[in-house]
């Protein structure tokens, strides 16, 4: 099994700053990708971006290019860095870990931007 945990989410002014973060245990060795997810009320889940175990990233089409993710593969972690933060930004934020048979899903973090 694959355990996930988001942190980092919270309450921002529109043009601020967030850094999520997602910590993975268990059985890492079977991940092959890591993924960031959003879900803003009323609306489908929405895929930000993606990183492989080789280092490799993609992303949606994020305005502007705002969002970043990242690894540290010593602390099993994938970050999401979030600048100039929007209204339409506010969801809750998921972790997503795709192995050989399965995918995980961490329990969300909630992202406000409001003034």
């Known amino acids: 099994q694959v355990q996930l945990v988001e942190s980092g989410g919270g309450l921002v002014q529109p043009g601020g700053f967030l850094r999520l973060s997602c910590a993975a245990s268990?059985?890492?060795?079977?991940?092959?990708?890591m993924r960031w997810y959003r879900q803003a009320p009323g609306k489908q889940r929405e895929f930000l971006a993606s990183?492989?175990?080789?280092?490799?990233?993609t992303y949606a089409n994020n305005e502007k290019g705002r969002f970043t993710i990242s690894r540290d593969n010593a602390k099993n972690t994938v970050y999401l860095q979030m600048d100039s933060l929007k209204p339409e930004d506010t969801a809750v934020y998921y972790c997503?870990?795709?192995?050989?048979?399965?995918?995980?899903w961490g329990q969300g973090t909630q992202v406000t931007v409001s003034s």
């Open positions: 997503n870990a795709v192995s050989t048979w399965k995918s995980y």
């Open positions: 268990g059985s890492i060795s079977s991940i092959y990708d």
């Open positions: 990183v492989s175990s080789s280092g490799r990233t």
